[in-house]
């Protein structure tokens, strides 16, 4: 709740910011944390959960060929997944997750993990990026899906803490 709080202290900030979030491994959780805080509207203009390789692809521009040799996880797929959502929405920050909510022995995951992204949509549409990984060594799907939800949210902060000077 502190980060959404802040959040929205930054994003409200001359020159006021626009926020839109693509969601895959956290199931809308970083959505229900930004619009928990009251006024989210002056500034969240929505997000997408998007599971499925075909829905990233045509709702967030995904790179297919890309996605389908890293099964939708990797930091490249987060970057898309977030630049997606400031096209989408025409919003002027995004963020993003995806990764795994649990392991997955058959494709080798020993634990869950995410990659978040950030994305700002700056002159001539050129996007300024940040990204970075989450583990969540012993944590349950849902614990996991709350954690990089949480994660992904601070980094939003501190992105537009250090760019907002």
Request: charged share 20%; with cysteine; aromatic share 6%.
């Amino acid at each position: 709740m502190v980060a959404a709080l802040e959040l929205k202290q930054l994003l409200l900030r001359p020159p006021r910011l626009t926020l839109a979030v693509a969601e895959s491994l956290t199931a809308g959780n970083v959505q229900a944390r930004v619009a928990s805080v009251s006024g989210a509207s002056d500034y969240f203009l929505g997000g997408v959960t998007a599971y499925s390789l075909d829905e990233k692809v045509k709702l967030l521009g995904v790179d297919r060929a890309a996605a389908r040799k890293v099964d939708c996880v990797s930091a490249a797929i987060a970057e898309q997944m977030a630049r997606g959502a400031c096209v989408l929405f025409g919003a002027d920050v995004a963020v993003a997750t995806t990764g795994y909510a649990e392991p997955n022995a058959k494709l080798k995951i020993a634990l869950p993990f995410a990659w978040w992204a950030v994305a700002r949509r700056g002159r001539g549409g050129k996007f300024t990026m940040r990204h970075g990984r989450v583990e969540c060594p012993g944590a349950s799907r849902i614990e996991a899906q709350k954690i990089v939800a949480e994660a992904a949210l601070a980094e939003l902060v501190a992105f537009l803490r250090e760019m907002r000077g």
